[in-house]
Each structure stands twice: as structure tokens, then as C-alpha cells.
């Protein structure tokens, strides 16, 4: 079993910054893609970030710009910098990975979600 925990979620003003961390443990083989997604109430769950494992990011439209995803293999550890929040992006923030077991099954997980709330 592979687990993910998010942290760095809070509360911070409009034009403020956080960085969110996910790290991964468990049994973990090989941890391929890893995202962000968010879920804001009463909204479904958008994505927010992906990066691959040689470092290629895509992101969703809103965020462009002021959020970036990196990740350290070594730490099994992934981050979202988000810069220049807006109240819309309060949300509750999940991290997502994709690993492979040793048998070749591919997986995905998601963490437990922390919450970001950005104030007028």
C-alpha cells in the first residue's frame, strides 16, 4: 500500500502564497505521475497540476502562471508553489500519484485532502 499526506494548507489573504507538500510512503516500487487536483464546495474536482517523472509539468487554465508543481524523486515528495492566490482558489487541495507494484500493476492514490482558504 502506498499512502499519501498533504500538508501546507492554511488560511492566507488574497495576493498571499503557500507551498503545499505531498510525500508518499508505504510499499512504494515506482511512483510515476504525480497531480494536484482541488475541490471548491459545492464544484466537482479539477485538476490543478501534474508532473511527470523526468519534470514535465501541464497545468489547468486558472492556475497558469502563478502555481508550480515540482517534486523531489529521491524524497518521494511533490509541491505545488501557489503564488498570487485568489479567493477562487479556495479549495480542499488533494495530491494524486500513479505508482507501479512490483507485480506491473499500475495504481492510483490520493491523499486526504488539506484545505487552503484565501481571504478577501
Known amino acids: 500500500q502506498v499512502q499519501l499526506v498533504e500538508s501546507g494548507g492554511g488560511l492566507v489573504q488574497a495576493g498571499g502564497s503557500l507551498r503545499l507538500s505531498c510525500f508518499a510512503s508505504g510499499s512504494i516500487f515506482r511512483i510515476h505521475t504525480m497531480a494536484w487536483y482541488r475541490q471548491a464546495p459545492g464544484e466537482q474536482r479539477e485538476l490543478v497540476a501534474t508532473?511527470?517523472?523526468?519534470?514535465?509539468?501541464t497545468y489547468g487554465g486558472s492556475v497558469k502562471g502563478r502555481f508550480t508543481i515540482s517534486r523531489d524523486n529521491a524524497k518521494n515528495t511533490v509541491y505545488l508553489q501557489m503564488n498570487s492566490l485568489k479567493p477562487n482558489d479556495t479549495a480542499v487541495y488533494y495530491c494524486?500519484?500513479?505508482?507501479?507494484?512490483?507485480?506491473?500493476?499500475?495504481?492510483?492514490?490520493w491523499g486526504q485532502g488539506t484545505l487552503v482558504t484565501v481571504s478577501s
Open positions: 508532473i511527470t517523472t523526468s519534470a514535465r509539468t
Open positions: 494524486n500519484a500513479v505508482h507501479q507494484t512490483t507485480n506491473g500493476a499500475f495504481l492510483q492514490v
